[in-house]
C-alpha cells in the first residue's frame, strides 16, 4: 500500500521514538529476516503484551511501513488511539460482531501489494510469559492466504528505558488440508501455532538465561 508524506513522516518519527524508548532487541531462531523486503509478503503471529506490541516489533524488524498490524476495531474510535491506529497502518476487526472483512484486507495486502500482516491471535494481552487461547481466525488466513508464515514471541510487558526483546521463528507454510478447512483442521492448526508459541517462548528464555 503506497504511503502518503504525512503517513510516512508520522511512521518515521514513531519509529524513532520507539527506538529511543525501547531499545529493541532481536534475537532470530534461524536466519534473519525483515529489514530487506526479499521475503516478503508474511503473516506474522505474536503474542500480545499491551498496545506498543506492533510498534515496537515492526520498528526491531525494520519493517515498520510495510507492517498492517489487527486491532480491535471498537480502538479506531477513539480520539488519540484512534488517530495511531488509522496512522500506522492497523486493520480494524470487529470483535462485537464478527465478520471475514479483516480477512479480505488482509489478503489486498498480502496478496496485491506485498506486504505483512501481523495478528495477535490472543484477542487481549497477557501476563507476563502468559499464553491465553488463540483464536481461530488466525488459521483461516493463514490457509487462505498460503504465504509464509513466522511466530514472533514477544518478552513483555515492555517497559521504557529498558531493552525490549523479540524472538523471530524460523518462517513455514501452513500444511494442506485433504478434507478443506473444516473446523477438525481449524482447531488442529490453531493448537500447532499455539504450541509453536509456546516452544519460541521456551527458546528464548533458554537463550537469555544464558546471557
Given at each position: 500500500?503506497?504511503?502518503?508524506?504525512g503517513n510516512?513522516?508520522?511512521?518515521?518519527?514513531?519509529?524513532?521514538?520507539?527506538?529511543?524508548?525501547?531499545?529493541?532487541?532481536?534475537?532470530?531462531?534461524?536466519?534473519?529476516?525483515?529489514?530487506?523486503?526479499?521475503?516478503?509478503?508474511?503473516?506474522?503471529?505474536?503474542?500480545?503484551t499491551g498496545?506498543?506490541?506492533?510498534?515496537?516489533?515492526?520498528?526491531?524488524?525494520?519493517?515498520?511501513?510495510?507492517?498492517?498490524?489487527?486491532?480491535?476495531?471498537?480502538?479506531?474510535?477513539?480520539?488519540?488511539?484512534?488517530?495511531?491506529?488509522?496512522?500506522?497502518?492497523?486493520?480494524?476487526?470487529?470483535?462485537?460482531?464478527?465478520?471475514?472483512?479483516?480477512?479480505?484486507?488482509?489478503?489486498?495486502?498480502?496478496?496485491?501489494d506485498k506486504?505483512?500482516?501481523?495478528?495477535?491471535?490472543?484477542?487481549?494481552?497477557?501476563?507476563?510469559?502468559?499464553?491465553?487461547?488463540?483464536?481461530?481466525?488466525?488459521?483461516?488466513?493463514?490457509?487462505?492466504?498460503?504465504?509464509?508464515?513466522?511466530?514472533?514471541?514477544?518478552?513483555?510487558?515492555?517497559?521504557?528505558?529498558?531493552?525490549?526483546?523479540?524472538?523471530?521463528?524460523?518462517?513455514?507454510?501452513?500444511?494442506?488440508?485433504?478434507?478443506?478447512?473444516?473446523?477438525?483442521?481449524?482447531?488442529?492448526?490453531?493448537?500447532?501455532?499455539?504450541?509453536?508459541?509456546?516452544?519460541?517462548?521456551?527458546?528464548?528464555?533458554?537463550?537469555?538465561?544464558?546471557?
Open positions: 500500500m503506497k504511503l502518503n508524506l510516512r513522516i508520522f511512521m518515521a518519527v514513531i519509529d524513532a521514538i520507539i527506538k529511543v524508548l525501547y531499545h529493541p532487541v532481536v534475537h532470530y531462531e534461524g536466519e534473519k529476516w525483515g529489514k530487506d523486503g526479499t521475503d516478503f509478503p508474511a503473516i506474522i503471529i505474536a503474542n500480545h498496545h506498543l506490541d506492533g510498534p515496537v516489533m515492526s520498528s526491531a524488524l525494520g519493517i515498520y511501513e510495510r507492517l498492517h498490524c489487527l486491532a480491535a476495531k471498537d480502538r479506531f474510535d477513539d480520539k488519540w488511539f484512534g488517530f495511531w491506529l488509522r496512522h500506522t497502518n492497523c486493520i480494524p476487526i470487529d470483535r462485537e460482531n464478527p465478520n471475514i472483512s479483516w480477512i479480505h484486507d488482509s489478503m489486498r495486502l498480502l496478496k496485491a506486504e505483512c500482516v501481523a495478528i495477535f491471535p490472543e484477542g487481549r494481552h497477557g501476563r507476563r510469559r502468559e499464553q491465553l487461547p488463540f483464536h481461530s481466525g488466525v488459521t483461516l488466513l493463514a490457509v487462505m492466504a498460503g504465504e509464509p508464515v513466522i511466530l514472533v514471541y514477544i518478552d513483555g510487558p515492555l517497559r521504557i528505558f529498558h531493552s525490549s526483546h523479540i524472538m523471530v521463528g524460523k518462517p513455514f507454510r501452513v500444511r494442506d488440508s485433504e478434507e478443506g478447512i473444516s473446523p477438525e483442521f481449524v482447531k488442529e492448526q490453531t493448537e500447532l501455532f499455539q504450541n509453536g508459541m509456546k516452544d519460541l517462548m521456551n527458546e528464548y528464555i533458554r537463550i537469555s538465561d544464558g546471557r
